[in-house]
């Protein structure tokens, strides 16, 4: 069973930064992908960015250039997301994701509050 555990969320004003953390335990060989989604308050879950097993990235287009997903070269199944250039709009509980033989599972969230 894999158990996701993600770090790092807090409050920041608008402009500012945070580092989050995810990382994937459970024995396992291979490098998975991994991610995050984000829900914000009286919103539905939205994507913020995947990395792959190759460290491809891909990001939504609210978060392109802005946060920055990389994966630790030591754990290759812990992730960071870099949150850079933060708005209130931002304001959510951050869910990280690990797609482990094709099933995805979840952590339990780290919430992110950004004011203005």
């Known amino acids: 069973q894999v158990q996701v555990a993600e770090s790092g969320g807090g409050l920041v004003q608008a402009g500012g930064s945070l580092l989050l953390s995810c990382a994937a335990s459970?024995?396992?060989?291979?490098?998975?992908?991994m991610g995050w989604h984000r829900q914000g308050p009286g919103k539905q879950r939205e994507y913020v960015a995947t990395?792959?097993?190759?460290?491809?990235?891909?990001y939504s287009d609210s978060v392109k250039g802005r946060f920055t997903l990389s994966r630790d070269n030591n754990a290759k199944n812990t992730v960071y997301l870099q949150m850079n250039s933060l708005k209130p709009e931002d304001t959510a509980v951050y869910l990280c994701f690990v797609q482990r033989f094709g099933i995805l599972n979840w952590g339990q969230g780290t919430q992110v509050t950004v004011s203005s």
């Open positions: 990395i792959t097993p190759d460290s491809t990235t891909t």
């Open positions: 459970g024995s396992s060989s291979s490098v998975d992908t």
